[in-house]
């Protein structure tokens, strides 16, 4: 499955953006995906995701618990990030991630992803 993710860009604290990510080639509504985020010098670090096969399973980083809300449209082939109250320390590139076979307690670990998109930019200005 190839992975497109948009809709970063510069936002004031307090704001919100909206992410998506358009996947192809695979059969979407099978695929557990994730977002991720790296800040500059930092790992990647694990923000939220939603299991796939009707599932809807969905699990948030702390730091993002009830500002960020995963979902995604299966009839669409996307998934989508609302953030909301971001924070300077939400500044970093985003990344959606997907994987056919992992499993919730795999999801927090970017390793056990098999597919990518190319990551949008999010900065949040003070």
């Known amino acids: 499955v190839q992975l497109q993710a948009s809709g970063g860009g510069l936002v004031q604290a307090g704001g919100s953006l909206r992410l998506s990510c358009a996947a192809s080639?695979?059969?979407?509504?099978?695929?557990?995906m994730g977002w991720f985020r790296q800040a500059p010098g930092k790992e990647r670090e694990f923000v939220a995701c939603?299991?796939?096969?009707?599932?809807?399973?969905?699990k948030y980083a702390d730091s993002v618990k009830g500002r960020f809300t995963i979902s995604r449209d299966n009839a669409k082939n996307t998934v989508s990030l609302e953030m909301r109250n971001l924070k300077p320390e939400d500044t970093a590139v985003y990344y959606c991630a997907g994987d056919r076979s992992l499993i919730v307690g795999q999801a927090t670990n970017p390793d056990a992803y098999d597919y990518w998109g190319q990551g949008t930019q999010v900065t949040v200005s003070s």
């Open positions: 939603v299991s796939g096969l009707g599932r809807s399973t969905l």
């Open positions: 080639g695979g059969t979407f509504s099978r695929y557990f």
